[in-house]
């Protein structure tokens, strides 16, 4: 006979295990809002006394202030933490102390003073993740910025590495390396994001390949930001006396309208808006030797006025010496990027007291480099192949009617003084007025370059559209 009140379910014994096993179950996946980076941080302080101390009147003992944490951030996938430094400590101790934290927190950190109160405050960036061997091309261009002249570099472990040109600390860029590092494949991509990202009213191009144009043959028959192209080394020199006299001609302009450079003139002015130049040379080892030395001085006389002008040089060499790379050529170009190279041209880059950090590149990995300009951070060059390229670059072109109409001469700098009516009413320009002067359509044309004109500026814009 069965007994009717055999087992019954404990409801209460089931429902308080299920609650322990979810418990358990957030404890072991569910991670935790613990911060412990500034925990070791300060123990790495602690270890290494890196502190103020003082030591008050009728005392024994000293007293020891650190760093105050004052404020955590996240900057992309990096932490951001910034401290207060107390008086009487000084940076050289809180520097000494960095291989100590990321030996602690197993990350690189980077050190920097803030801008707005450098001698009170400073941040420490602790980066995450890992540096990849290869980075495929992503369209760089829509992380790029339009207020300004912005190129990018590479990827870090921060982020998109970027250069703003139309900064008055970074007119110009220096790229080194050896051959096959991927300093082609840098140029690739910075002239696919221009063109991706701005107009023919922003930046005109002017190329100088003299590796036999075989490099800017993948942009296309006429790019449409490309105004010049030369191919031999002969011809750097008109390039540099041309650009010499744009530069002097804008000066001139600017000097009429009280303006101080090209930013404030295209503001003041946005009727007679004037598009800043690029001009890229291709591999300057073939400017070595002594009748190429009057080009190099031409080349290191025109980076040193044309930041103002809006004028802007970007230098590729796979083997630089002190003879090509003269010490006021660098002092004018404070971006470089440096590939894989040997210390003696690492030397010529970065100076002698900042080419250790070649060291760190990895031989193995095409595309890496160390970008050098406010600080050094290693980066991954995204490739772009061929097709890529053409690919990009075929909606990028110039349209038949405007190549027609477009010479050599419209594009071209003149090399003799435009004459304007306004210099002719200056009491400079005054004993002008009494000679004969014929206005041709190469004089008029030659205007556009420094002012450029209405139908003109139509015509690019229906190209780019």
């Not at 979810?22 to 300060?42: E, T, Y």
């Not at 930046?203 to 590796?211: I, M």
């Not at 006429?222 to 000066?251: C, F, H, K, N, W």
């Not at 050094?376 to 405007?402: G, H, R």
Request: aromatic share 6%; hydrophobic share 35%; proline share 5%.
């Amino acid at each position: 006979m069965t007994d009717k009140s055999s087992v019954r379910p404990d409801i209460i014994g089931l429902f308080s295990s299920t609650i322990v096993q979810i418990g358990r179950f957030a404890l072991r996946n569910i991670p935790r809002h613990r911060d412990s980076h500034p925990g070791r941080i300060m123990l790495s302080w602690k270890r290494n006394d890196v502190c103020a101390e003082t030591k008050e009147r009728g005392k024994d003992y000293v007293t020891k202030e650190y760093p105050r944490l004052i404020e955590k951030t996240w900057k992309g996938h990096n932490r951001v933490f910034k401290y207060r430094i107390p008086t009487g400590l000084n940076h050289s101790k809180l520097i000494k102390s960095i291989d100590d934290i990321e030996f602690d927190l197993k990350s690189e950190v980077l050190f920097k003073l803030l801008e707005n109160d450098p001698k009170s405050h400073f941040s420490l960036t602790v980066l995450s993740g890992h540096l990849l061997d290869f980075i495929a091309y992503t369209n760089e261009a829509e992380h790029l910025k339009l207020d300004g002249l912005w190129i990018p570099i590479g990827w870090s472990r921060r982020g998109l590495e970027t250069l703003d040109l139309s900064s008055s600390n970074s007119p110009h860029l220096m790229i080194g390396g050896t051959t096959g590092g991927g300093k082609s494949t840098l140029a690739r991509l910075i002239f696919a994001c221009l063109h991706m990202r701005y107009t023919r009213d922003d930046v005109r191009l002017w190329l100088c390949d003299l590796k036999h144009g075989n490099d800017i043959a993948v942009l296309g028959e006429d790019p449409l930001l490309v105004d010049r192209v030369v191919t031999q080394p002969e011809e750097i020199a008109g390039i540099m006396d041309d650009l010499s006299v744009v530069i002097g001609e804008r000066y001139e302009l600017f000097k009429r309208h009280k303006c101080t450079d090209l930013k404030s003139f295209n503001k003041r002015h946005p009727q007679k808006r004037l598009p800043r130049i690029i001009c890229f040379v291709d591999e300057l080892t073939k400017l070595e030797g002594k009748e190429f030395d009057k080009t190099r001085e031409k080349m290191t006389k025109m980076t040193g006025e044309a930041r103002g002008a809006g004028v802007h040089v970007i230098l590729s060499c796979h083997r630089p010496t002190i003879d090509i790379v003269s010490g006021t050529l660098k002092n004018n170009i404070p971006a470089v990027v440096a590939f894989r190279c040997n210390p003696v041209s690492a030397q010529v880059l970065l100076g002698k007291g900042n080419w250790e950090g070649t060291m760190a590149i990895d031989k193995d990995v095409e595309g890496r480099a160390l970008f050098s300009f406010k600080d050094q951070v290693l980066v991954q060059v995204p490739y772009i192949n061929d097709d890529e390229i053409e690919t990009i670059m075929s909606a990028y072109q110039k349209p038949q009617k405007a190549q027609a109409e477009t010479s050599i001469e419209v594009v071209k700098a003149p090399k003799e003084p435009i004459i304007h009516e306004e210099i002719i009413k200056s009491s400079r320009k005054r004993q002008l007025c009494n000679q004969p002067r014929t206005e041709t359509h190469t004089q008029s044309a030659k205007l556009r370059l420094v002012q450029p004109h209405s139908e003109n500026t139509n015509i690019h814009k229906s190209a780019k559209e």
